[in-house]
């Protein structure tokens, strides 16, 4: 079964850096989402991304985010200068032509800021 | 707002009883979506009700959607220590580019 990828499984990093998280989406699909799920609480959206653009993202995805999907196959999501508070799981998902069906969700990242 | 709030918020069961899950939420949708998530696991997808359905059914999953109550239910019959699990309820919104979960409910299945 098709399968969304994403890497690394956890990161590690210092309070301040840059990190790009890393999915590859299923090949077919054409919407494509970054969520995040602090430790304890709700999964949250943060951003959705159609035909290279944004489609709609949350008061979460300030201007610290950015997404990108820089070749036919990656998604990334980069948080410029992280912040203990953006310790968190961060899932990708995607859905095919039309989102109702459902979508297909990553394993997540742990990202860990310290 | 919230929306997609399950309850109860955990629930423990013997292995073979019936497993009854709720969701509410307080403005209108598009789709309720129902997705389970082992401990420190990704999420996986299970069903997919439409606004203009009242049930579905895959395998030992039947969902619910009573849209004039606006609540939702999903029902896991003959449980197994392996359904043990969170399960989240997520709404879809109308222009389906968006999912917001609830709080989830953890069901423990006990052999």
């Known amino acids: 079964e098709p399968e969304v990828t994403q890497t690394p499984s956890h990161q590690v990093t210092q309070m301040g850096q840059e990190v790009i998280l890393r999915c590859v989406p299923i090949s077919n699909h054409l919407y494509f989402y970054w969520y995040r799920q602090i430790l304890g609480q709700k999964v949250e959206f943060l951003v959705s991304?159609?035909?290279?653009?944004?489609?709609?993202k949350s008061e979460i995805f300030d201007d610290q985010f950015s997404v990108e999907r820089p070749d036919g196959s990656n998604f990334t999501l980069k948080i410029r200068s992280t912040k203990l508070e953006d310790s968190a799981m961060y899932f990708c998902a995607s859905s095919a032509v039309d989102p109702f069906y459902g979508y297909t969700f990553g394993s997540g990242t742990r990202l860990t800021v310290v | 707002s919230q929306q997609g709030e399950e309850d109860p918020q955990a629930l423990s069961i013997q292995e073979g009883e019936n497993a009854t899950m709720n969701c509410s939420y307080k403005?209108?949708?598009?789709?309720l979506q129902w997705y389970r998530q082992n401990s420190g696991r990704g999420l996986v997808h299970l069903i997919l009700?439409?606004?203009?359905?009242r049930e579905k059914h895959s395998g030992r999953l039947r969902v619910t959607l009573d849209t004039s109550k606006k609540s939702s239910s999903l029902l896991i019959t003959a449980s197994r220590a392996a359904d043990t699990a969170s399960y989240f309820c997520?709404?879809?919104?109308?222009?389906?580019?968006?999912?917001?979960f609830g709080g989830g409910t953890r069901l423990m299945v006990k052999p």
């Open positions: 997520a709404k879809g919104n109308n222009a389906g580019n968006m999912l917001t």
């Open positions: 403005t209108s949708i598009n789709n």
């Open positions: 991304f159609y035909n290279n653009e944004i489609s709609e």
């Open positions: 009700i439409r606004s203009n359905e």
